[in-house]
């Protein structure tokens, strides 16, 4: 799964994902996780020794987690989360997915905002190495904040833009200072960048050092090898100071296919997969798989939604707007995509399922209702042609919706939309496009009145302010470096979507967030969608708490994954 | 024949060189090189690209730039993986290469046999069967004759039989660990050939009945049947051989078309060669990956010509090659 760069640790998903507000896991076979992510599952006592594949869908383009292939969702499962330390990691307290200080530091970091300022300290563990024996010092933390807040070509500088200082008062000692307050600093180190041996790369071109991958690791696993187009082989680092892995090796096969990557799940040529939820893929799924355990996990950071151009005709009225969303039922669109494997609510916020503590389920209000729909056009002005589709001034109320190539699943979601949409006397026609284009001319210059694309969260941080604040409308001001593609500007959003990027107090950013939940359900801004799950696929000879973590993704433990005893 | 065959590579040189400034406009008309860039937040790095790369200039100069580079080995950079082109584009050749010997091979030797079958038992039940089964391997897509395949050749032996491991492998060339000629390979290789070889066989064996057909019913084997030559000697000796000529015409130009042609059965069986590169510099519209991906399908379509011209002279006494 590729992804798209975006400031605030949210992702645009080039393939697919979606959001749930309520948990649902699905389980299969004989047995399955439990989405719980944090050791959920029915742990399965494990040998030490063995070696298993994984099937990659996806292969990163290079290894330079903190240039443009930071947005590799597969380079992160594939090699960065198995050897770069992160100053926090994600794990599930109670119903929650909440950031915890990982092992790399002696415990949990303090903050004070004072005076309009923050000074964030970071105590590293004494045991924390890299392969080499270097000691993890601050000056590992010092070179990848820097490298992001300065460097070129650095994939999101969102949080490191706001460091005035960092000071290295001993060895294990980081003292952070920020021009401003930052609610999201917990991401500082953690699931975005981590933390990059200084002693290493520094003062060299680590883009050319990191194309091809690397040698060190800070953490469980140390790359054997990258062969380009077939596998990354992992094999346990001897340094690693937590917990060892179980498995001599683990290698990750690149199989594009998905057929090709379920029949070879099936024939044992592969161990376990974590396929995008195509269609081919969920019949696979509910047809069941033998010797397979699975885990459906709705509880996802994906957001799956009709973004719209506010800008631009017809959507530049917000009637017009609030119209469509009474004109699909997202209820029927989402039973027909994933109803197979238990996944039927539509998401109702723009705050993904990891984030439901902060949003509001604003959009539930919207359900398919024509009354609504005729009510709210001829207010706005509209009345029906002849053929009995809404029209103004003229111009007929037809859109294009932008849509990138070969995915079935939204093709699907397209085709059930243009029926439902043609009965509330909207056309819609699809435009296939690449995600160079999208991302890289259409959506940037505004040339567009509707795409369908998915968000990622990848850190349980709420802040919509990438998406949705005025001054991330792609401009020549911001050097076209925001991603509110659809040119939203509501009154009042832009103070309550600053309050959530500033408040450190949980309470009040809570109440904030709820506001601009109910904001943005109110003006429309674009049509939140369909819930795509993650799944998670597995042959019954692997053993040891196997469970999805929608931020860190399947493989966050898989030091402790095993062959079954 | 070297004198033909140096002065043939000469006369090509001019061809390809039309050819790559065709492929150059074009891509550099479809193509934006900065496209990934301009999701950059850094306002300067377009035009230091613009710069570095000499997009300021005009096309021709353009061209001459680029052409400089491919002939003095400087392919460029890949700007999806940051890697070195030729790197690249020689790494994903040697699998393709792989699959395209033993596939064309094979797919040669079976379609001869089933042409020469086809033409001189004409109407016979086994030519019809034949003619039948050619059709069925035209109309067979790869994506799923190849999914059908590993189906029935490899998941459904495990599952019947109980086995650890499948009969065969579908995932790449090699299982991992593993490398070299050896048992493991050939247990990887069986499926994307068999793949190849029959589509292949399907179209090339209809192509060389016909040409086999016109070959029996020429003046020379009449002639030669009249002088009392055995059957076997007019068939082999005479018309096979002479139908051959068209025949390895038309292997030559699909042997080369096939260097850049096997997207979907790489893709299926994850094999990283030259179609799956051209798939993924396609969608990630990475022009400095894809003009010397298409020079180097163009310089093997005129090779495998050559080859097929250079063949024509030992097939047929009749050909001198000056």
Redesign the interface.
Known sequence: MSRHPRRVRRTLALVASAALLALVTACSNSSAGTGGGNGGGDPVAVRQGGAIVIGAEAEPDCADWLGTCAGSIWGSYTMKEATVPVAFVVRKDGDHWVPKASDLLAGEPTTQATGGTQTITYKINPAAVWSDGTPISAEDFKYTALQVRDGKDIFDKTGYDKIASIATPDPKTVVLSLKEPYAGWQQLFSSGYGVLPAHLLAGKNRGALLKDGYTWSGGPWLIESWKRGTSVTLVPNPKYWGAKPKLDKVTFQFIADTAAAFQALKSGQVDALYPTPQLDALSQIAAGIPNTKSEVDAQTGNLEAIWLNNARFPFDSQAVRQALAYSIDRKAVVNRLFGSIGVKQPAQSFFTPILDTYGDAAFGEYELDLDKVESLMTGDGWTKNGSGIWAKGGKPAAFAVETLAGNKRRDLTLQILQAQLAKAGFTMTVHNTTPADLFGKTAPNGDFQAGLYTLIDTFPDPTLSASFASSSIPSEANGFSGINFGRVNIAGLDPVLAEMDRELDPAKRIEASKKADQLLADAVPAVPMDALPNVLLWSTKLGGPIAINPSEGPFWNLNEWGLAK | MLTYAVRRILFSLPIVLVASFVLFVAVRATF?PL??L????????LQRETERLGLNKSVPEQYLLWLKGIVTGNWGVST????DVRS?IG??LWPTLQLVFWGVLFAMLIAAFVSVYSAVRQYSAGDHVLTALSYVGIALPAFWF??VL??LL??LP??KLGL???PL????L?S??SSGFDLDYLRHLVLPVLTLTITLVASWSRFGRASMLDALSSDYVRTARAKGVPRRQVILRHAARNSLAPFLTVVALDAALLFGGLVVTE??????GMG??FLDSL???DVFVLLPWMLVVAVAVVVCNLIADLSYALLDPRVRLR
């Open positions: 934006d496209g990934k301009r999701q950059s937040r850094d306002p300067e790095v999806r993986t940051g890697g690249l790494s994903a190849g999914l590993i189906q490899a998941v495990r599952q650890s491991d499948p492998y579908f995932v790449g090699h991992p660990g893709q299926i069986y994850s094999i990283p799956r590169l969608l990630a519209g």
